[in-house]
């Protein structure tokens, strides 16, 4: 006959598991806090998304908001702006990619894909160069759109890189019209 080799738990077996528990509880009780300040603050989440009425822009001006920290820049361009803006192929843009956060990643820099859907006029995008991080100067430069002056780059009318050292296009962040005249950005 062979010999069981299980033993009953003992009254001291179970104290070490009971202690064992208790430690883990209170080592996650004194990690919440610490784990808990690592969140953004009340005023980091109100500045997630911002609503900014377009109504008082005209043709031909644009207007400066921040959002998260940067500057978007929204223009109503005029129609001669939007025109020669759609004749440009592709093929002649250094970076062929839209970077706009509504579309897909693989969105072509066409632009419609860089405008507003139903208001081609309307172009919203960070103002920040995509080379060293640098604020463009609207209106300026030799596509009469966008000119950063600390390295050369010049964007078109679309906030698309044309010339200079900016690698990519001016980013289009998520965005939507939430009634006729106010976006919501963010």
Known sequence: ??????????????????????????????????????????????????????????????????WRGKPVFIRYRTEKEVGEAKEVPIADLPDPMARNLNLGPDADASDVNRGVEGNEALIVMVGVCTHLGCIPLGEAGDFGG????????????????????????????????????VIRIG
């Open 1 to 66: 006959m062979a010999q069981q080799d299980t033993v009953e738990p003992t009254r001291r077996d179970f104290l070490y598991i009971a202690t064992g528990a208790m430690g883990a509880v209170g080592v996650g009780a004194l990690a919440w806090p610490f784990i808990h300040q690592m969140n953004p603050d009340a005023s980091a989440l109100a500045l997630a998304s911002i609503e900014v009425d377009v109504s008082s822009i005209e043709e031909g001006q644009s207007i400066k908001v921040m």
């Open 146 to 181: 966008w000119f950063c002056p600390c390295h050369g780059s010049h964007y078109d009318t679309a906030g698309r890189i044309r010339k200079g050292p900016a690698p990519e296009n001016l980013m289009i962040p998520p965005f939507e019209f939430i009634s006729d005249d």
